[in-house]
């Protein structure tokens, strides 16, 4: 079936650093991927969409200098989350529309110190 | 703006006793649903789902249900198994073709008791 490889799973930096998490399509190409944001035990919130060859287009509050979304590839998408502080610290996951239905990258958790 | 929800925020059954989790939805032009599970630090995982011109789509274990008079959605997983422990979400759509993104409920957070 349609895999959603996303990197890394696992990331702690400190505050005001850069770290980029990235989403890779394995056997599909992903026009449009979308990121989202969890926070413990709440649900998923749709941060912004990205789509190959264009601007990303974000949720009203979410911060595009912030978190910048680059859709370099059919198969490859990419997050960072500039200068990180504390309140960044959650779980980033993406999804791309697939042939069989939305496909869900592992997620990412990011803890800024 | 429209959203989803979910009835209950904690559900907790007895192993080999069926699960039923709920969700309201109040976008009436939503014509996709998708239920997904999701185990502590990993990403949702697609279980069942069904189309707005359905009531009723079986799977393995599970059959979601949906009443679109009262915009109600449910999920009934037979013979819970303690495996099936996770948080449940249930997602809407509004139209395949347009790759629109999902709008995510609450979850509902399932315990399988011993």
């Known amino acids: 079936g349609a895999v959603v490889s996303q990197h890394p799973s696992r990331v702690i930096c400190k505050s005001g650093t850069s770290v980029k998490i990235e989403c890779r399509s394995l056997?599909?190409?992903?026009?449009?991927m979308f990121w989202y944001r969890q926070f413990p035990k709440k649900s998923l919130m749709l941060m912004a969409t990205?789509?190959?060859?264009?601007?990303?287009?974000?949720e009203q509050g979410v911060e595009k200098d912030k978190f910048l979304i680059n859709h370099a590839s059919l198969t490859l998408s990419t997050l960072t989350v500039t200068s990180a502080h504390p309140e960044d610290s959650s779980f980033y996951i993406c999804?791309?529309?697939?042939?069989?239905?939305?496909?869900f990258g592992s997620g990412t958790r990011l803890t800024v110190v | 703006g429209e959203s989803v929800g979910l009835h209950l925020p904690t559900l907790s059954v007895q192993e080999g006793d069926n699960s039923i989790i709920n969700c309201a939805y109040s976008n009436s032009a939503s014509d996709y649903f998708i239920w997904y599970k999701q185990e502590s630090g990993k990403g949702p995982q697609f279980i069942i789902d069904i189309r707005s011109n359905m009531d009723k789509r079986q799977g393995q274990r599970v059959t979601v249900l949906l009443n679109k008079t009262v915009k109600h959605l449910s999920l009934q997983i037979a013979a819970t198994q303690p495996g099936d422990s996770a948080v449940y979400f249930c997602?809407?759509?509004?139209?395949?073709?347009?790759?629109?993104?999902?709008?995510f409920g609450s979850g509902t957070q399932l315990t399988v008791l011993p």
């Open positions: 997602a809407e759509n509004m139209g395949w073709g347009s790759a629109r993104q999902l709008t």
């Open positions: 056997d599909f190409q992903a026009t449009t």
């Open positions: 990205s789509n190959e060859g264009s601007k990303a287009t974000y």
């Open positions: 999804s791309a529309p697939g042939p069989h239905g939305y496909t």
